[in-house]
């Protein structure tokens, strides 16, 4: 009887493992983050602010979270890197899965984290490159894909507004040189 607790246990922690690797798999942009002293409210909050994004949050367990690294490091280099870079993992950790746009989701983070202090980037993995806090804050405070394309046309859209004008400028004071030189 003793022995079944036990076997129920680890059956368990294998099925959070699994849960876990499923959702690696599944999204391939991933966050983790320090949560070492947040509130359930303030995750709450920003579990709402990150289902905007199609991000999800999930509260973790290092050591097992550190056991499906390892499985898929056994079929995966970057994940061996991973590993290497920054295992052992310390702290109390969430996981915040991203989806292809993963921009979005790594700034609603970055603008929450600036709000709740309690809480902290630790790794991002992001179109295959591990990346420590500090270039993951950096990333996450560049302007959006939508907000460049608006800034190029928008830069684009001026030179040719004063250039037209510069053009009908000179023109018009021909044409007023003209009829000044025809009256006389």
């Known amino acids: 009887m003793a022995g079944d607790g036990k ?12 849960s876990i690797l499923q959702l690696l798999e599944k999204n391939p942009n991933f ?3 320090k949560i070492g002293k947040t509130t359930h409210q303030s995750l709450e909050l920003l579990r709402r602010d990150l289902r905007k994004t199609d991000s999800q949050i999930k509260v973790i367990k290092n050591t097992l979270f550190e056991k499906s690294i390892n499985k898929i490091a056994l079929k995966d280099k970057l994940f061996k890197e991973f590993k290497k870079q920054f295992f052992p993992l310390k702290e109390t950790t969430a996981l915040v899965t991203l989806n292809d746009r993963w921009s979005d989701g790594l700034k609603a983070l970055y ?12 790794i991002a993995l992001l179109d295959k490159n591990l990346y420590n806090a500090e270039k993951a804050l950096q990333i996450a ?9 608006g800034k190029i046309i928008g830069s684009m859209k001026s030179p040719m507004s004063k250039f037209i004008y510069a053009l009908k400028y000179n023109t ?3 044409v007023y040189i003209l009829k000044q030189k025809s009256a006389h």
């Open 7 to 18: 076997y129920m246990v680890n059956q368990l922690k294998k099925n959070q493992v699994d």
């Open 31 to 33: 966050l983790l983050i």
């Open 111 to 122: 603008l929450f984290s600036k709000k709740d202090t309690t809480l902290s980037l630790k």
């Open 141 to 149: 405070q560049l302007p959006s894909r939508e907000e460049l394309i």
């Open 172 to 174: 018009n004071k021909l």
